[in-house]
């Protein structure tokens, strides 16, 4: 029988390539398929004479045919396919086969990449992104394109790194550049193109395209069939023993070892991928998340599967970092959803680590094999910007700079002051308006402007004993409950010790994690920047992984510094804060705090607004606090309208009523309530804005410390007064994280209620001179949660959902 | 729900349940009868997607489905349709297919995931086409999105996390056609509270081998279109594919496999792309999916017929292209192209010859003998030279 044999030709630099490879027979069944290495000789046997038709599938998603006639002839017959083609260096030659349109429209292309820049960041030991010196080289340009070459590998510079691209008419992206010897090839976009081998391109979004290639040229043979959904001919590949090959190879390649690790699992290819290799591709490569992810769903999808290991290792990949590879991406993300689901594994850490890696995920390009994000920078995802950055350092344009260009590096880009479009900064504080509503209770027409106590109106009461104890009992065995309990040590700075008196208040591990992702998350830039010691993620893990950043070292109590930022946002986070006058139908009077949790909705105690009579005379006053100039600011009055809405829960001690409908034209703002695990714990720093025996606002910042969570509730201490009562508890985002409720008083061995001086505490001391060994605080994410399973309808339900999905102007 | 073939249970071997959702009214939307949300992405009414529903069960309820290993179970079918619900399954009396809403997506799901789970060597077929966004997932709207006002998401179906939970059917051979948009704007990037819901949530540990390949009518980021009251594009160049254009040859027969279904479909909308403007052109995104247990007959042609294959003719270099008269040969019959200038023919698969001709001269006449051509599309490039 004849011997068909096929050689593909290989080029100047590209060889030893695999490209699979069909025979066709006439009767257009496929007779053979497999792989054949650029410029190797693959020899068929077991064909009959006659016309076959050979069929190499590129990385471009183009087919390369040829018709041959194999004779009755026992000497072998050569078939030989022209892969590579002419390249116009040596350099493109890859992109022959795998962009050949870029190649051939390159002059259309050309006048894309004017103005257009780019910057390298790379990833500190401690976590920090920072912009690094643009290697110097000399790149291959075409007309319409530029080709780069970065040797991480080779120079042992293994690390995270991300090409930053933009230009006057282009969003930032973000491009993960594996660390490996590989290449950039950048190219204008042609509009006009005619579709080509993947699919016809949306440029409207980009000037440039990017390609990056690893010189690792089989591994990126089995990416682009991956990529293009031909599975067929990724096997083929595989079978050369590919994918094992850059598997056992990790240690000289991680990158290659990752690709092929993607795949492995795509096929669901246990037997080749053992749970040794992954695992020691995640302990070894620790800056890699690729090889965390890939371990993960191995032991995910293993018989048995080890899903607390598997948990472990997506958190592990979430604090490492974005996948350098999409399909990463996206197994991080599917991982950590499928953990949520579950109710049997999902938890705060794992809700917070997805919702860290979602913020990614929503600004991916989703159709780049690399992970490829619009972002300001490496930490900030769906920032978008136009145009050049502020600080040109490190900065390189494309093609040879124009005016604008030169003249903006002379300046250090400093005049570009734009900020992003995007940032948290909130709406700016408005001039305070005058008082917005009368109040239309004739007694209540005698108090003074700021809300003074006047002759003939009866004031608050005194607090008897019984009220006190009534209110304070269940916290008290809430709270001695708590302390008997062990609390577990859950996370550690990398380098520094956490103060002692931290140790003994630390959280679980799961909230721990989940709070240092949403704090993660919620840095400001300048905090991002801080240098700082990064804190240890699962310290037991073989391989943990690290977050940095100002606003974590405070969690871990390392650092007190603050960003300014922290001031604008208390500021607004202040005038939400109201004072409640309670009018009882005995006109009784009391005060309290309440606050706004959506643009009609107000919230404070169940022991202070009970039931909706009490609600029909009350009112709220905003602004009543001094202005900078030391003069009680006017203050804006709303009646409360608990015939709209009015809801109330005794166990969990708050009332949550409507305002008259007007006041949705306010604007004072309104913090948002979430049932987000992960926004403070125990040891943490709390803030608390409130009227204190119904004084003008005051602010106790910082002076509080969370020292347990039980159930439903917070237990803290505080170096300062009693709050008040309905006053809402803040963490250092300024989001709202409790309300307070009561004290837990110090009481004698006969349980009498003592004084700050040790003696027992009698009604005529008043409040004030009770010693409390704690505060207790009702959690803002149970008050969610009773909200969400309210049967409500009409307009109730409406308002409802709005405090629940509604985003606040304020934040 | 509305089963428009088959029985709500699954009874005997294997067998393939097809779920069947084309949404098109969409009240609180743009030209719907309700009032429309502020925010949102600006979306309207339409008109395609009742009918390309309509024509993807038609094909499987009109006997062309052909797969002795699988036959055809059941079909369901959601419709929300502007012009009414009514659906004639395989040319029978017409039944009133209920609404495409959250509610009863959802209770058409939990139906069709049952009798997918009955049997391992079952074929669940997942179709939608409606509306669809993208963020972090693929997210898929149907009749009702927006209803609440306040969070619109509560009826949305997040594609991504129902196609993870559907690990846990028995069901090895799966397929998911999304015939949807998958836009995204700058506003949704931001905003986490952009999450559909799940149809089938994880539980973790009771996942399976699957071969779940997934076929997108356009890449992230990108619209999808089809022409006002007509069948979509994918879905068009869908049945294409499942009718032959999509088949390979094995074993004596043309079957449309699960591995080469979604490119093929790819290459036919590519090639439609041509006469379209840039921004009316469409990328079918055949990538992704799970293929642990292989590759699966989805379809296979009946005896004699033999799939069409997309023939386009040009030369190089391209200038000879306008004054090119092509031709093919096929056992000793030559057809001629009938004017001259482009040429894109639909042929049999087979073995032929090519070749182009030049009346007034200027190139010299090119054939290209014995080409083996097999669907979906076959591109054909003679080289030429001036004389």
């Known amino acids: ?811 | 729900m509305t089963l428009v073939l088959g029985t709500v249970q699954h009874v005997g071997g294997p067998q393939a349940h097809v779920l069947i959702i084309g949404v098109g009214r969409y009240p609180y939307l743009s030209g719907g009868s309700e009032p429309t949300t502020p925010g949102l992405p600006l979306l309207g009414q339409l008109k395609s997607p009742p009918v390309s529903a309509r024509k993807i069960a038609d094909w499987f309820t009109s006997g062309t489905y052909l797969n002795p290993a699988v036959p055809l179970g059941s079909v369901e079918m959601l419709l929300s349709d502007a012009n009414g619900q009514q659906y004639a399954p395989g040319g029978g009396p017409p039944l009133a297919v209920e609404d495409a809403t959250m509610m009863s997506i959802l209770r058409a799901f939990n139906d069709w995931y049952d009798r997918c789970n009955a049997n391992p060597g079952n074929l669940a077929f997942f179709y939608f086409c409606g509306h669809g966004l993208q963020r972090d997932a693929t997210i898929l709207l149907p009749e009702d999105f927006a209803q609440n006002p306040n969070n619109p998401w509560l009826t949305a179906i997040d594609f991504d996390r129902t196609y993870r939970g559907m690990e846990q059917c028995t069901a090895q051979t799966q397929f998911y056609v999304i015939d949807a948009c998958r836009n995204w704007s700058t506003s949704m990037l931001q905003d986490l509270d952009v999450q559909g819901q799940t149809l089938k949530r994880t539980i973790l540990g009771q996942q399976k081998q699957r071969t779940a390949p997934r076929l997108f009518a356009t890449a992230n980021g990108l619209p999808a279109f089809g022409d006002t009251g007509g069948v979509s594009r994918l879905t068009s160049a869908l049945i294409e594919c499942l009718n032959g254009s999509g088949a390979e040859r094995q074993n004596g027969q043309w079957s449309v496999l699960t591995s080469s279904l979604g490119e093929a479909v790819q290459k036919l909308v590519n090639i439609k792309n041509a006469d379209l403007l840039p921004q009316q052109r469409q990328t079918v995104d055949p990538a992704g999916g799970d293929y642990s247990v292989g590759t699966r007959v989805l379809n296979i042609l009946a005896n004699g017929l033999v799939p069409q294959v997309l023939v386009t003719f040009c030369c190089l270099p391209d200038a000879a292209t306008g004054n090119a008269h092509f031709y093919y040969q096929r056992k000793g019959l030559k057809t001629l192209a009938p004017v001259t200038g482009p040429w894109t023919s639909q042929l049999p698969a087979g073995v032929y010859d090519f070749g182009v001709l030049f009346g007034d001269g200027g190139y010299a006449a090119k054939v290209m003998p014995e080409e083996f051509i097999r669907p979906p599309s076959w591109p054909i490039t003679l080289e030429t030279q001036e004389v």
Not at chain 1, 34 to 51: H, N, T, V, Y
Not at chain 1, 194 to 206: C, F, L, T, V, Y
Not at chain 1, 417 to 425: D, P
Not at chain 1, 718 to 740: C, K, M, R, Y
């Open chain 1, 1 to 811: 029988m004849p011997t068909l044999q096929i050689k593909l030709n290989k080029g100047l630099r590209l060889s030893g390539i695999p490209i699979a490879v069909e025979v066709v027979g006439s009767d257009l069944e496929t007779k053979w398929k497999g792989a054949i290495k650029l410029g190797e000789r693959e020899a068929i046997e077991g064909l009959d004479a006659g016309s076959y038709s050979i069929q190499a599938s590129l990385p471009s998603g183009r087919k390369l045919t040829k018709t041959c006639n194999l004779q009755e002839d026992p000497n072998e017959q050569l078939v030989e396919l022209n892969v590579i083609g002419a390249s116009p260096r040596e350099s493109l030659e890859w992109a022959t086969i795998s962009k050949p349109l870029a190649l051939t429209t390159a002059k259309q292309r050309e006048a894309q990449l004017r103005s257009v820049w780019l910057r390298l960041w790379g990833r500190e030991t401690d976590g920090r992104w920072c912009v690094r010196p643009w290697p110097t080289q000399y790149p291959d340009r075409e007309p319409g394109l530029v080709q780069y070459h970065f040797r991480f590998l080779s120079e042992q510079k293994l690390g995270q790194y991300y090409l930053q691209v933009g230009g006057p008419t282009m969003q930032w992206r973000l491009i993960a550049l594996p660390a490996d010897d590989i290449s950039v090839l950048i190219t204008g976009a042609d509009a006009g193109a005619e579709s080509d081998e993947i699919g016809q391109r949306d440029n409207a979004d980009s000037a440039v395209e990017v390609s990056v290639t690893s010189t690792k040229h089989d591994a990126e043979v089995l990416l682009s069939y991956l990529s293009q959904g031909k599975v067929d001919q990724a096997q083929l590949v595989s079978e050369s023993l590919i994918a094992l090959e850059l598997l056992y190879g990790k240690r000289e390649n991680p990158i290659a070892a990752a690709i092929a690790g993607y795949f492995l699992l795509l096929c669901g290819d246990f037997n080749k991928l053992n749970q040794v290799w992954t695992n020691n591709l995640a302990n070894w490569m620790t800056w890699l998340p690729d090889g965390a992810v890939i371990d993960a769903w191995y032991r995910m999808r293993v018989k048995p599967p080890d899903q607390d290991r598997a948990k472990r290792r997506l958190l592990e990949a979430a604090a490492r970092g974005m996948p350098v590879y999409r399909r990463g991406l996206r197994l991080l993300l599917d991982g950590l959803t499928s953990f949520n689901d579950d109710p049997s594994f999902g938890g705060p850490d794992v809700s917070a680590a997805l919702k860290s890696v979602r913020r990614y995920a929503a600004a991916v390009d989703w159709r780049a094999p690399i992970t490829t994000f619009i972002g300001s920078d490496p930490d900030s995802p769906g920032k978008t910007k136009l145009d050049k950055p502020e600080d040109s350092t490190h900065v390189i344009f494309l093609t040879e700079a124009g005016p604008e260009d030169i003249e903006w590096k002379r300046r250090g880009g400093l005049w570009f002051s734009a900020r992003s479009s995007t940032g948290l900064i909130g709406d700016p504080i408005t001039p305070i308006e005058q008082t917005a509503f009368d109040i239309q209770q004739t007694s209540l027409m005698a108090l003074g402007e700021a809300g003074e106590s006047t002759e003939g109106v009866v004031v608050a009461q005194k607090v008897s004993e019984a009220e006190i104890v009534k209110l304070s009992k269940d916290s008290e065995q809430r709270y001695h409950a708590g302390s008997t309990r062990p609390r577990q040590q859950a996370i550690q700075p990398a380098a520094v010790q956490p103060p002692a008196s931290l140790r003994p208040m630390a959280d679980t591990p799961a909230r721990t994690i989940a709070r240092l992702f949403h704090a993660a998350d919620a840095q400001t830039q300048s905090e991002r920047m801080f240098d700082t010691d990064p804190i240890t993620l699962l310290p037991d893990a073989e391989s943990p992984a690290r977050l940095c950043g100002l606003a974590l070292a405070r969690i871990m109590g390392t650092s007190d510094l603050l960003s300014v930022y922290f001031l604008e946002r208390g500021i607004a986070a202040a005038r939400t804060v109201g004072r409640l006058t309670v009018v009882s139908d005995q006109d009784r009077i009391k005060f309290a705090t309440s606050f706004l949790v959506s643009p009609r909705l107000l919230l404070t105690n169940y022991h202070v607004l009970a039931n909706s009579n009490d609600a029909l005379n009350s009112f709220v006053e905003f602004d009543y606090q001094d202005a900078p100039d030391g003069r009680l600011r006017p203050t804006t009055r709303i009646p409360l309208d608990p015939a709209t809405f009015f809801v109330t829960d005794e166990q969990l001690d708050f009332s949550l009523v409507a305002l008259d409908s007007k006041s949705e034209s306010c604007s004072f703002g309104w913090n948002r309530l979430s049932e987000e695990q992960g926004k403070v714990i125990i040891g943490e720093c709390i803030s608390v804005v409130q009227h204190a025996e119904g004084a003008p606002k005051q602010v106790s910042i910082r002076e509080n410390r969370l020292l347990d969570i039980i159930g439903d509730f917070l237990h803290y201490e505080s170096d300062t007064a009693a709050p008040s009562s309905g006053a809402p508890l803040f963490n250092d985002q300024w989001e709202v994280v409790g309300i307070h409720r009561t004290s837990i008083p110090r009481k004698d061995s006969q349980g009498r209620i003592l004084t700050h001086d040790g003696r027992v505490w009698t009604p005529d001391m008043g409040q004030r001179q009770i010693q409390s060994i704690a505060y207790e605080g009702v959690r803002v994410s149970s008050i969610v949660r009773v909200l969400k399973e309210l049967d409500l309808s009409g307009q109730q339900a409406s308002l409802r959902d709005k405090l629940l999905f509604s985003k606040p102007a304020v934040t």
